[in-house]
């Protein structure tokens, strides 16, 4: 079902996949190692850049692949259902990426997948290491969140808990996490919320994306690395192309 569906059919679908019970979100920290997931590109610059900067390296619609609209963090909460946002400790943590930075949110249908991109900036390179080490402890003390689903007049707690993520290594260095909500019912609907956070340089990248566990999901590495490339233009001084998303596109 995609956006620009009928939204009696949307709200339909929502409310399915609602009754399907929890979904499990999948969580394991692995901070990659090899070089399979690093790609060749400019050299960042020292030094921070600027917010604008930053808003001009996060990911655009212009970046995705068709069938995908913009979405927001009202949206969201008005459907009570996106990219998991755990309120407290070490788990908030994971999902809430850089601060200070520019932040684009994506969404496909109003069920999902849904996609959060983050870029941030340090004042060096160890700022950034120390960042990216920061996440990697609070994946180490996340083994699972509660957190509630649906509509507010609807909506009902559900549990992630941590699974092994396999993601290449990306960028300079790079920690990846997933969390799963695994369904009950006749139907049971797994659901997979995966984030990887990648240091290039003394910028950073935070990617997140949650969604049905289908053969057919393109899966996250391949938006971090659209992600990873956008920055790595922006911090060695370019401008990225395609920059800006397209005309008149939907908003969830």
Excluded: N
């Amino acid at each position: 079902m995609e956006a620009h569906q009928r939204p009696g059919l949307v709200r339909a679908a929502l409310v399915l996949v609602l009754l399907a019970g929890p979904v499990v979100l999948t969580g394991g920290c692995a901070g990659s190692t090899g070089t399979s997931g690093r790609q060749a590109g400019p050299t960042p610059q020292a030094g921070r850049l600027t917010e604008e900067r930053l808003r001009l390296a996060v990911l655009s619609l212009a970046d995705l692949p068709a069938g995908w609209a913009a979405d927001t963090s009202a949206a969201a909460r008005e459907r009570g259902i996106g990219v998991p946002e755990p309120g407290e400790g070490p788990c908030r943590v994971l999902f809430r990426g850089p601060s200070g930075g520019g932040e684009a949110r994506f969404a496909r249908t109003e069920v999902g997948p849904f996609l959060v991109a983050r870029t941030g900036s340090h004042a060096d390179v160890d700022a950034a290491r120390g960042a990216l080490a920061s996440f990697r402890a609070a994946a180490g003390q996340c083994p699972g969140f509660q957190l509630t689903e649906g509509p507010e007049v609807s909506g009902h707690r559900v549990d992630y808990h941590a699974e092994r993520a396999a993601v290449p290594k990306l960028g300079d260095e790079s920690v990846a996490v997933r969390y799963v909500r695994a369904g009950t019912g006749d139907r049971p609907v797994t659901v997979v919320a995966d984030v990887v956070h990648v240091r290039v340089g003394a910028h950073t990248v935070h990617v997140a994306q949650s969604g049905r566990e289908d053969l057919g999901a393109g899966g996250i590495v391949p938006f971090a690395r659209l992600a990873l490339e956008k920055l790595r233009t922006v911090a060695a001084g370019g401008t990225p192309s395609p920059a800006g998303s397209f005309p008149g596109a939907t908003r969830l």
